[in-house]
């Protein structure tokens, strides 16, 4: 045997090894931020569902939470803390906005909806700039997720992206369990296909609704508590985060929660994929320098496109709810 | 007839009281005014595109600052490319975001309700992401264009005046189309649409290729808005298209009135000298202009031109 031969032989195998690597770490960065706006999903379509009112909102709940679990977990050096005081802040926050605004919005018709929410985000926008000033919050990994974990060998992964991960699957498996286990569950089941009924039925359909809304809330909450670390807690922080999480929901279906499961796991997968190797993909077919402008605009369009794509297909979304 | 007449005198009004903008600005050595005004007026334009297929339509369009971003970007990249002629730049403009409306009513017309909202919001964020990653325009930053569209010495939009009167003509002129489209037959099956779309389906009309020309219309019109904003600033950055772009102006259109067409002129106005002052008083203006829209959105259903004239049984 030829000495030399042999040791491309293993590079070309370590290079194989390399490239399989990369690709386990961005379809785990892509579910990591996919359990992300599955939770900000599930909470919108649920609210959507339920009380058929859209919340452009629900995005300043993700940063409310994000907000106070910087803040908490700085004071404190406590994560857990910051993690119950921001649950608590966007459950009162979001009870408070229910009772204020939002139960003259059901009423209302759609364009109503998205334009007095939309006056929302611009207060919660400038409130945390007045409250915590205009700069960036920092907020660090909490010590005992700190590190990284070898998903195989010679491939460390972040403990604390695994750990989102873990939380997401977890909420999602409670989530569906609460649904459909449990009589709040049966309750909100019954809601979202006849409100009237469950009304007449002696349910307090007003308390149900505010139930709903703090869940909502509580959701976006956990979302951005576990986004502090990774992107910036900053005003607006919620924005992009609740357009995603509308992709999802379009793709998933309107009011159903599997759908937003399924779409949320996806579009995470399609965008971190899309943003590693589209630009390599397209290098195989276009010059170099085409593909390095094309391929970050393509990467950042990916999730539309997807949308666009699905809609073509099944204009209600993959899992349409049946009933309505 | 006698409400038609109202309405272009009211119109003429408007107009009239815009026209003496610059000379009192002049006369009281306030050139400020000249070039808000003129941003007023373009979102005037704006907000007129978005209200054709908004009040009259019924579509609830959440990603119209696209079209504008579309139309300033055709602009800025002509220029960046060395082309200055101003009939390529507005004819450039004018295109590109009609093609762009084109393909995004394609799909989003294909459903509705609140999918219509998340969707056209969507495309919108697309369009900005799309902007973004313009590295060789400027990408996040944004693309400074050298000199405004040349018409080669018809008019000098470099002079601030006279680019004041060109976007005031383009007004004039999309109010005036604006008022024929909506009393002609297309806008009347429009107006249909929005009350009854099943109906008309029913009665045989091609209803989707009716709301598909409304939205490229209104896409179209947006974007030659999108031109004049162009010019007026001398640059464009992805943060015209920005999410809340497409909010403010669906904001203008329901704080001066849905569904007609000097409302979405005087809410232009109202939005952005409220913004002018507010900011001026505080930097945090944004806390107190937020509860206003609630209130207005809660409170006032016809938006000022219902505080204006007789009231009208409510739609939409």
Known sequence: MDPGLRRDDNGVAAGRAIAMIYVIEQVLNGAQFGVMLFLMAAGLTLIFGIMNVINLAHGSLYMVGAYVAAAVFGATGSFLIGLAAALAAAIVVGIALEVTLFRTLYARDHLDQVLATFGLILFFNEIVRILFGATALYMRVPDFLNGRVEILPGAPYPTYRLAIIAVGLAVALLLYLLIARTRIGMLIRAGASNRVMLGALGVNVTLLYTAVFALGAALAALAGVMAGPIFTVESGMGESVLISAFVVIVIGGIGSIRGAFVAALLVGIVDATGRAYLRPLLALFTSRAAADSAGPALASMLIYILMAAVLFVRPQGLFPPRGR | ?316
């Open chain 2, 1 to 316: 007839m006698r409400a038609i007449d109202a309405r272009g005198i009211a119109a003429l009004v408007c107009l009239t009281a815009l026209a003496l903008v610059p000379v009192i600005a002049a006369a009281a050595d306030a050139p400020f005014y000249v070039g808000l005004f003129a941003r007023v007026m373009i979102f005037a334009i704006a907000a007129l595109s978005l209200d054709l297929i908004l009040g009259y339509g019924g579509l609830v369009s959440f990603g119209h600052a696209a079209y504008l971003g579309i139309g300033a970007y055709a602009v800025a990249i002509l220029s960046f490319h060395g082309v200055t002629n101003g009939f390529v730049h507005f004819a450039a403009a004018l295109a590109a975001a009609a093609v762009a409306a084109l393909v995004i009513g394609i799909v989003s017309l294909r459903t509705s309700g609140v999918y219509f909202i998340m969707i056209t919001l969507a495309f919108g964020q697309m369009v900005y992401y799309l902007g973004i990653s313009l590295n060789q325009y400027g990408g996040d930053d944004g693309l400074s264009i050298g000199r405004p569209s040349d018409f080669g010495g018809l008019v000098d939009l470099a002079d601030p005046t006279i680019l004041y009167y060109f976007v005031l003509a383009c007004l004039a002129l999309f109010l005036c189309l604006g008022g024929r489209a909506v009393r002609s037959r297309f806008g009347v099956l429009l107006q249909g649409v929005r009350s009854n779309e099943r109906r008309m389906v029913a009665l045989g009309f091609p209803v989707f290729r009716y709301k598909l020309a409304a939205f490229v219309i209104a896409g179209a019109v947006c974007g030659v808005a999108g031109a004049l904003f162009a010019n007026l600033t001398l640059f464009v950055s992805p943060g015209i298209m920005h999410w809340t772009r497409s909010g403010e102006i669906m904001m203008m259109v329901i704080l001066g009135g849905i569904g007609t067409l000097l409302g979405p002129v005087l809410g232009a106005a109202v939005y952005l000298l409220l913004e002018s002052v507010l900011s001026r008083w505080s930097e945090h203006w944004q806390a107190i202009l937020g509860p206003l829209l609630i209130i207005v959105v809660l409170f006032s259903k016809s938006g000022l031109m219902g505080l204006i004239r007789a009231p009208r049984p409510p739609h939409g």
